[in-house]
């Protein structure tokens, strides 16, 4: 085990988090509804009927979390704006309370020398947009273009990296698709065109920040890739069911937004669902857009094989439980179990994954820089009778994971950065506070924060730029 891996002095070590499971406040300072909102109140949607009202109570005690970060010696802070507070209809007037807040979160950050990276759309649209078709209908795009204008004017050459959307997989299939999340519709020519939409939107928004701020302005978004595997890798079949996810799961974004086109085989796959006219002439020019850094989310792996038709077809994904399948037209794949071990989240833990996901990026766009943007785990953590929490199975993760990307950028593979997710526990969308991936611990009792022995160990690896080993965390502190 290479526990003295080292890494560059200028490689960004920061933790992310997201406004609508953190925040709180979600009726205060002139916020309106988002989607989450109205989802997470709907009986049923979430688990144990959990919503974003107080969540971390970060809107009242930001000041504490950025002292909080500056304690860790996190060099980076990646958040996310709530749309809804800043401009409370999705249109029209804007909100200056809910901008005041970001400005001062971001001052503060850079006084207390945490550099502000900002993700424009962490999934809380809001519920005026919905309700006029959402992310299935094109003015959404038009809506979130003059959002981003509004924000690269208010928070300017302050922000270090400007991340237009997280994870748009997750908003277009399992917020249109399975409706796992919100808005919880199960539509697939919904989804596919909130895919297009979606896309649009990032290119519209990166040209609105670069028409603000210049070429200056560094342009990301952040994509959760996924890693397919074959079960039988000597099956033609099986093969071909990984070629059909990674094209609706990464190629569906990577070629409109890095080669300018959608890929032939994704249009083909799916013709039985839509014919893709949602696709106007100019599009595929405003989402083609060079990236700064493309920010990059790993978790898990996932395994497929053929299915015939005949017999159960198993669904475990990893993305929650729904009578429809987030894998549009994808109808003769089925996921397989993985071995294990599992987080609480169920998902296989294969550091191997997040190697081979940043060499198969790096192959293809040779010269694309990278940021792992979210990496972390969710496990059962307690506070123990000495009052800390030796979460030692989160530390084991973070250190095989930050082993791995070492082992990608020995590789060649030019990664800038990486974000442990989370900074603190908080909510965990249709798990609400039931799964806990913070190097923080939230007491959601008190809303004390209790930094973990991985937030200990996390300090001495940002501290030192190499990897401590797992067993020296529980010293640390
Ligand atoms: C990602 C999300 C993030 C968090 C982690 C566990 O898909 O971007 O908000 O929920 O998963």
């Known amino acids: 085990?290479?526990?003295?891996?080292t890494f560059p002095p200028e490689f960004l070590w920061g933790s992310a988090t997201a406004a609508y499971q953190i925040e709180g406040a979600a009726t205060e300072g002139g916020r309106g509804p988002s989607?989450?909102?109205?989802?997470?109140?709907?009986?049923?949607?979430?688990?144990?009927?959990?919503?974003?009202?107080?969540?971390?109570?970060?809107?009242?005690?930001?000041?504490?979390?950025?002292?909080?970060?500056?304690?860790?010696?996190?060099?980076?802070?990646?958040?996310?704006?709530s749309w809804p507070r800043v401009q409370p209809g999705g249109s029209g007037d804007f909100n200056p309370e809910g901008i005041a807040f970001y400005s001062d979160l971001v001052d503060a950050l850079i006084e207390a020398g945490v550099a502000p990276v900002v993700t424009l759309y962490h999934w809380d649209l809001p519920q005026p947009l919905e309700d006029a078709g959402g992310?299935?209908?094109?003015?959404?795009?038009?809506?979130?273009?003059?959002?981003?204008?509004?924000?690269?004017?208010?928070?300017?050459?302050?922000?270090?990296?400007?991340?237009?959307?997280?994870?748009p997989w997750c908003s277009a299939y399992l917020g249109y698709g399975s409706g796992v999340h919100a808005p919880g519709r199960t539509d697939g020519a919904a989804a596919l065109a909130a895919v297009h939409h979606l896309n649009l939107a990032h290119g519209l928004a990166g040209r609105a920040i670069r028409g603000v701020l210049g070429d200056g302005a560094k342009l990301s978004i952040t994509l959760n890739l996924h890693?397919?595997?074959?079960?039988?890798?000597?099956?033609?079949?099986d093969l071909d069911a990984?070629?059909?996810?990674?094209?609706?799961?990464?190629?569906?974004?990577?070629?409109?937004?890095?080669?300018?086109?959608?890929?032939?085989?994704l249009v083909s796959d799916t013709a039985s669902v839509t014919d893709w006219a949602f696709v106007q002439d100019g599009d595929l020019e405003i989402i083609r857009t060079p990236l700064d850094v493309l920010g990059v989310n790993y978790y898990s792996t996932v395994r497929v094989r053929h299915f015939d038709g005949t017999g159960e077809r198993p669904e475990n994904d990893g993305h929650g439980a729904s009578a429809a399948s987030p894998w549009i037209g994808a109808t003769d794949v089925a996921f397989v179990q993985q071995p294990g071990p599992y987080t609480a989240m169920g998902w296989n833990i294969e550091p191997?994954?997040?190697?081979?996901?940043?060499?198969?990026?790096h192959a293809t766009y040779p010269d694309q820089p990278l940021m792992i943007t979210e990496n972390g785990?969710?496990?059962?953590?307690?506070?123990?009778?000495?009052?800390?929490?030796?979460?030692?199975?989160?530390?084991?993760?973070?250190?095989?994971?930050?082993?791995?990307?070492?082992?990608a950028m020995d590789a060649g593979a030019d990664v800038r950065g990486y974000f442990v997710w989370s900074l603190m526990d908080n909510f965990e969308w249709g798990y609400g506070y039931d799964r806990r991936f913070g190097i923080?611990?939230?007491?959601?009792?008190?809303?004390?924060?209790?930094?973990?022995?991985?937030?200990?160990?996390?300090?001495?690896l940002v501290r030192t730029r190499t990897l401590p080993s797992v067993e020296s965390a529980a010293q640390l502190g």
């Open 242 to 265: 990984v070629r059909r996810i990674e094209a609706l799961a990464n190629r569906a974004f990577l070629g409109p937004i890095l080669d300018g086109a959608y890929p032939g085989d």
């Open 440 to 460: 923080v611990r939230i007491d959601y009792d008190t809303l004390e924060r209790i930094p973990k022995d991985s937030a200990h160990w996390y300090r001495e």
């Open 135 to 167: 992310w299935a209908n094109r003015e959404t795009a038009y809506r979130f273009a003059e959002y981003a204008e509004r924000m690269a004017r208010e928070l300017g050459d302050r922000i270090t990296v400007w991340t237009t959307l997280n994870e």
């Open 352 to 361: 191997s994954g997040m190697t081979e996901l940043l060499m198969s990026v």
């Open 35 to 81: 989607i989450w909102d109205t989802f997470s109140h709907t009986p049923g949607k979430t688990l144990n009927g959990d919503t974003g009202d107080v969540a971390a109570d970060h809107v009242h005690r930001f000041r504490e979390d950025v002292a909080l970060m500056k304690d860790l010696g996190l060099q980076a802070y990646r958040f996310s704006i």
């Open 227 to 237: 890693v397919v595997r074959p079960d039988d890798p000597s099956s033609a079949d």
């Open 377 to 407: 785990a969710a496990f059962e953590d307690e506070v123990g009778a000495d009052g800390r929490v030796h979460d030692e199975r989160r530390v084991s993760y973070l250190h095989d994971h930050i082993d791995a990307v070492g082992a």
């Open 1 to 5: 085990m290479s526990s003295a891996r």
